[in-house]
């Protein structure tokens, strides 16, 4: 305590270790202070989060259906599907998804209006290596947008072997050597997310009792605005072969 108020610090960390993915720390450090204005409470946090892949995402046996899938190569406006096998698996290769989450913000409780209580705060969380899923479509968009690693036969198996083509003569539909047979879908770490904004709630509580009424008044506004929110779809991370 003194002319400058009260703080508070506020420490965590936690140690983790994964026979797949190896050994990861979590970490937190958080901090309030109650600055010399009535009323008023800051607050800030920074920390590193953490999130494992689970059993099915490491290892989802192989699992083929019947699918359909707008194949671009040979019809780019997706006017026309092709049915193939879509294949599920797990991808025993994954890493855990990392996070950094920023946040400042501010707290208002004034004395001369009890049960009024307003926040204000600004968050930056970016996450690296998600664990995102690549169904048959999306391993199909990915290849046809220039991304070279999901064009290879371990993801997407033609007829003849051969990488898909651009649109000539109808390339991988039915009859053409170049046909699509099979598309595997597997999850993998992509590169990432960041999402900013900011959150603002407001609530006023009372008891009616003080008008001579049975019950409780609650009233609460929560708003957000989002500042950027930016994903990458890109692989960061390797496929299980």
Partial sequence: ??????ADLDLAGRFERYSTAGD???????LTKDPPIPGVR???????DVRAPN?????????TLNGGFCNKFADPNCTQSQV?????????LLKPEKGQTTQIGAVYQPDFLPGFQASFDYYRIIVKGIIASSGAQTVENLCFEGITSYCSQQFIQTKNGQPQTSAVGNQGLVGDPNQVLSITGVPFNSAGRRTEGVDSEASEHCDLQDLDVAGYFVARILANHTMNFISDPLQAGQFAT
């Fill in 42 to 48: 800051l607050r800030t946090l920074q920390s590193r």
């Fill in 55 to 63: 059993l099915a995402d490491l290892f989802l046996p192989r699992q």
């Fill in 84 to 92: 193939m096998g879509q294949t599920n698996a797990g991808n025993p």
């Fill in 1 to 6: 305590h003194s002319t400058w108020g009260k």
């Fill in 24 to 30: 990861i720390v979590a970490w937190k450090v958080g």
